[in-house]
């Protein structure tokens, strides 16, 4: 399901006709003329039968003096997490219809991370791999490859990943790279906890919490290239699964919207980031 613009209800368009999801389908409120918007097609490659592409979205914002902040989202990274790739392309229109919340931003969005995982319902892709495990490690699946490829080129001022966790009942992020991250982190949880609860609990996904902050990552989840001077600002904001997914949309909006105005004001301040 994503939600339309104009009605604010969620509908389902990752169906096709014969009743099967299709990652193009899931897309298609982006493909639009006249859109703000740049999409690019970063590769293509085939499973089977079937073919797959990777999508990215370029918003450039308002000028806010200085150079421009380069911001990489990214969702439907596990392809059965899919508030993440409703909000993201949600997140465009919203652009779209209010630029300002882009001032001083390019934003790079890539909607959907993990299309034949997304058709199949799966967390994994259709190679039976985790995506969320194998960046930085050498990996062959083109998913991978492609993503490292843009990460690396594009050196993000900030990386934002949308999950969901099937084992939590609460909103929480991990805060990784920079500094300044955990200060961008907490204000944008408490704009999500608008309609949904936080997981303050001292141990969330087997790492340590505290009041829904995790300083660690997984070993090959997807983040800023292992070279890459200085860090940038890395967030992983993770939606409980079994929640309602409208809210679970909603909870992923509220996160972006404060996490990129946090950043813009922290960077305003001259924070050490």
């Given at each position: 399901?994503?939600?339309?613009?104009?009605?604010?209800?969620?509908?389902?368009?990752?169906?096709?006709?014969?009743?099967?999801?299709?990652?193009?389908?899931?897309?298609?409120?982006?493909?639009?003329?006249?859109?703000?918007?740049?999409?690019?097609?970063l590769g293509n490659w085939a499973v089977g039968s079937d073919g797959y592409a990777l999508e990215q979205y370029l918003f450039v914002g308002p000028r806010s003096g200085g150079d421009y902040i380069r911001v990489?989202?990214?969702?439907?990274?596990?392809?059965?997490?899919?508030?993440?790739?409703?909000?993201?392309?949600?997140?465009?229109?919203?652009?779209?219809?209010?630029?300002?919340?882009?001032?001083?931003?390019?934003?790079?969005?890539?909607?959907?991370?993990?299309?034949?995982?997304?058709?199949?319902?799966?967390?994994?892709?259709?190679?039976?791999?985790?995506?969320?495990?194998?960046?930085?490690?050498?990996?062959?699946?083109?998913?991978?490859?492609?993503?490292?490829?843009?990460?690396?080129?594009?050196?993000?001022?900030?990386?934002?990943?949308?999950?969901?966790?099937?084992?939590?009942?609460?909103?929480?992020?991990?805060?990784?790279?920079?500094?300044?991250?955990?200060?961008?982190?907490?204000?944008?949880?408490?704009?999500?906890?608008?309609?949904?609860?936080?997981?303050?609990?001292?141990?969330?996904?087997?790492?340590?919490?505290?009041?829904?902050?995790i300083r660690k990552g997984y070993p090959g989840m997807l983040c800023a290239a292992p070279e890459a001077r200085p860090r940038p600002f890395e967030i992983v904001f993770e939606t409980p699964h079994g929640a309602?997914?409208?809210?679970?949309?909603?909870?992923?909006?509220?996160?972006?919207?404060?996490?990129?105005?946090?950043?813009?004001?922290?960077?305003?301040?001259?924070?050490?980031?």
């Amino acid at each position: 399901m994503v939600s339309t613009p104009k009605s604010g209800k969620l509908i389902d368009p990752g169906r096709s006709g014969s009743g099967r999801k299709n990652f193009r389908d899931a897309l298609a409120p982006l493909q639009k003329n006249k859109r703000p918007w740049l999409p690019a097609t970063l590769g293509n490659w085939a499973v089977g039968s079937d073919g797959y592409a990777l999508e990215q979205y370029l918003f450039v914002g308002p000028r806010s003096g200085g150079d421009y902040i380069r911001v990489g989202i990214f969702a439907g990274v596990h392809g059965d997490e899919t508030a993440g790739i409703f909000a993201a392309v949600r997140f465009l229109h919203e652009l779209a219809e209010n630029p300002e919340i882009a001032r001083g931003y390019e934003i790079y969005v890539y909607p959907l991370c993990n299309p034949s995982g997304f058709e199949d319902g799966t967390r994994h892709s259709r190679s039976g791999r985790d995506l969320n495990r194998e960046f930085w490690t050498g990996s062959r699946e083109p998913e991978v490859q492609l993503l490292e490829r843009q990460i690396r080129t594009l050196r993000f001022d900030g990386i934002i990943s949308l999950h969901a966790d099937n084992e939590s009942e609460g909103l929480y992020a991990f805060a990784l790279g920079a500094q300044v991250t955990q200060h961008v982190v907490e204000p944008a949880l408490r704009a999500a906890e608008r309609v949904l609860p936080r997981n303050c609990d001292p141990t969330i996904d087997n790492f340590t919490a505290r009041n829904g902050l995790i300083r660690k990552g997984y070993p090959g989840m997807l983040c800023a290239a292992p070279e890459a001077r200085p860090r940038p600002f890395e967030i992983v904001f993770e939606t409980p699964h079994g929640a309602d997914l409208e809210k679970q949309v909603e909870a992923n909006l509220l996160f972006l919207r404060q996490a990129l105005e946090q950043y813009l004001q922290l960077q305003a301040v001259g924070q050490d980031l």
